[in-house]
């Protein structure tokens, strides 16, 4: 016997399952697996719910368990807590699932992910604080998912987590609402809905057996209303994975622009494609009410410029509707928030500490740096610089401790977190000032943007012409000196002894998991190399340079190599690798396609997407791709020009997730 939330009307108190449920329900509360619904958190922290059932209702204050049930697995979740993918119950969940070695699951929490209503929406309704759930559960296999809340009886055909039919590995969600309050008949029909009864009281029956199901709706006495069939379970759904074949060659066919949120499956990789910016003028819709809309530009902001937040539960998109940017949850992509009113960023990327998730690292146009609570609206720290800067430029250290900011003539490092020996912030640690244009020996010394590297001992100064300049960071004082190289090799720019290197575009810095964690810099080959051997390499469109010492490696091959464009190493938990996004060219591998390759020289890659944007005179509609952290999911802009079908236009930019997990 189970329970699927709302035990006891109205509020779950100790008096309610003493006058309620006892005398009805109660008799069978000794084989009673329980789970709680919002209605019992009226009484503060369920304590009517767990005082009642007691050990049977699992942790008190976690109300979630397991427990095997035959050949099945049983999963009993709680819905009204803390449930989104970082969360405790969600780590819980993924270990528990893993550690069974049932072939046949089923899972029963209060709130439905999908549901036919009374509202008047069309389609009726979908809950996306479940949809972690149920992609934790569909990757496992599961076959079943019960539900309650709403005030009827649904049966759904099997389902993915986006709402898509998929008999083969789907999940089938039965709401049972019929188990004592008011019934309501729903008018707005949920898309996949197979049956619904909004009039009669009564239970669900599961036969559950190896392999299979057979369910039963048995109706409260006097009433007629049936519903059965059979179902199979089908074990864990089959992975998708990244194509690792370097040598193939695709076309791209022709695929129309998808709709909003509503996911597809391109070939040739088969992964998830999910467009997450709505249709240009259209409502964003929010909880917070007013009236914003998307922009006919609606994307990221660039390639190493990491979107999601460091906990993955927000993610930024800039926005030329209103407001100007737009926070979507890191998971559903659905808005949730604009920017503080207080917020005056001109420039700003999220903080990569787990320890700051949800501040954003700003400057403004006045010679300010600062830290800045998205959630809270609450400016954290600040520093008054020895000018004004003209942007962010490049990245943080990777533990959001050291930035190097500039104003195009002169760079100064900031240690925004300092650490033992010296005293913690408020105390300001700020290097002076460096004289980045008299000594740099090229024609003309014009900047392009100054960063700090992954580990924060060195600053790279990018000059036009993607001319690349090393300097050290003395860790005491924060002075930076140029660092002199080996070599400069042939065909590059500046001098080996004035810290240059080989000459690289549309770069992102890490620390490489191959080389002891050295930091490197990887982009476009532009020494005018390519295909050529350059000190024993042979040189590709992709590059790695070590700062240390300017080393090259190669990481792609040239052969038949179509010309790589934007490069990232935003994917910061999944060390090792860097995302590259190719320019379109008919007959050559990875034409316009996505493409991870492996930091360790030797070939491996992972293709993922095709970007199907049109660039001609036209930045922005350059595809910048840029992982999420884990590497798993890849955001791109496009305009859906290429192959798209005729569905796209050159004058709206959206933004695009691949999602191979």
Not at 438 to 452: H, K, Q, Y
Request: proline residues 8%.
């Amino acid at each position: 016997m189970i329970t699927i939330g709302d035990n006891a009307y109205p509020d779950g108190s100790a008096a309610d399952f003493t006058r309620c449920y006892a005398p009805s329900w109660g008799r069978h509360k000794a084989r009673t697996r329980p789970t709680p619904g919002d209605h019992d958190y009226v009484t503060p922290g369920a304590s009517g719910y767990f005082d009642y059932f007691g050990a049977a209702a699992g942790d008190r204050g976690k109300g979630y368990y397991s427990y095997e049930l035959g050949e099945w697995h049983i999963v009993a979740l709680n819905s009204v807590i803390a449930n989104g993918p970082t969360s405790e119950e969600v780590r819980w969940l993924r270990a528990d699932l893993a550690a069974s070695r049932k072939r046949c699951i089923l899972a029963y929490f209060h709130h439905p992910r999908f549901f036919s209503s009374t509202s008047t929406a069309p389609g009726g309704g979908v809950n996306d604080y479940e949809r972690t759930f149920w992609d934790v559960l569909y990757q496992a296999g599961a076959a079943i998912v019960l539900n309650g809340d709403q005030h009827h009886y649904e049966r759904f055909a099997p389902q993915t987590p986006d709402g898509l039919l998929d008999f083969a590995t789907g999940i089938r969600e039965f709401v049972v609402g019929t188990g004592g309050a008011d019934l309501s008949a729903p008018t707005s029909i949920r898309a996949h809905s197979e049956v619904r009864n909004g009039d009669t009281f009564g239970v669900l029956k599961l036969t559950l057996a190896a392999g299979r199901y057979a369910w039963e709706f048995i109706p409260s006495a006097g009433q007629r209303f049936r519903d059965s069939g059979r179902g199979v379970c089908h074990g864990s759904r089959p992975r998708v994975a990244p194509i690792v074949d370097p040598w193939a060659v695709f076309t791209a066919p022709d695929v129309a622009k998808p709709a909003y949120l509503m996911p597809i499956f391109p070939e040739p990789f088969h992964l998830k494609v999910t467009r997450i910016s709505g249709d240009a003028g259209s409502r964003i819709a929010w909880r917070a009410g007013g009236s914003p809309t998307w922009g006919a530009d609606a994307r990221h902001h660039y390639s190493n410029d990491q979107p999601w937040s460091a906990d993955g539960t927000l993610l930024t998109l800039q926005n030329t509707g209103s407001p100007h940017s737009v926070y979507l949850d890191g998971e559903t992509y659905q808005p949730v928030r604009g920017p503080c009113p207080n917020d005056d960023a001109y420039d700003d990327r999220w903080h990569p500490s787990y320890a700051h998730a949800h501040e954003r690292i700003a400057v403004n146009r006045t010679g300010t740096l600062s830290w800045f609570d998205v959630v809270t609206c609450t400016q954290t720290r600040r520093w008054t610089l020895p000018f004004p800067v003209i942007g962010i430029g490049g990245t943080p250290s990777d533990d959001g401790r050291f930035i190097a900011l500039s104003n195009g003539k002169r760079f100064a490092v900031v240690d925004m977190d300092p650490q033992p020996p010296f005293a913690p912030y408020p105390n300001r640690r700020i290097g002076p000032p460096v004289d980045l244009i008299s000594d740099c020996g090229l024609p003309g010394c014009a900047e392009n943007w100054v960063s700090v590297s992954a580990s924060g001992k060195y600053v790279v100064v990018n000059y036009h012409g993607d001319h690349l300049r090393v300097y050290d960071v003395d860790p005491g004082t924060l002075a930076a000196t140029p660092r002199p190289m080996p070599t400069v090799y042939p065909n590059c720019s500046g001098t080996a002894v004035n810290g240059f290197i080989y000459d690289l575009g549309h770069q992102d810095m890490v620390l490489n998991p191959f080389d002891n964690n050295e930091d490197v810099i990887v982009g476009q080959e532009h020494c005018g190399n390519r295909g050529k051997m350059v000190a024993g390499v042979l040189v590709g469109g992709v590059v790695m340079v070590r700062l240390r010492d300017g080393k090259v490696t190669a990481l792609t091959n040239p052969t038949n190599e179509a010309y790589p464009y934007h490069i990232s190493t935003r994917n910061s938990d999944r060390p090792g690798w860097a995302y590259v996004s190719y320019w379109p060219a008919p007959g050559r591998r990875f034409n316009d396609e996505i493409v991870a390759v492996k930091l360790d020289g030797s070939g491996a890659v992972e293709r993922y997407a095709h970007t199907r944007t049109e660039t001609s005179a036209c930045y922005r509609c350059e595809a910048h791709a840029v992982p999420a952290r884990d590497g798993k999911r890849v955001l791109w802009a496009s305009n859906w020009m290429a192959h798209g079908a005729g569905t796209g236009s050159k004058l709206v930019i959206q933004t695009y997730i691949v999602d191979a997990r």
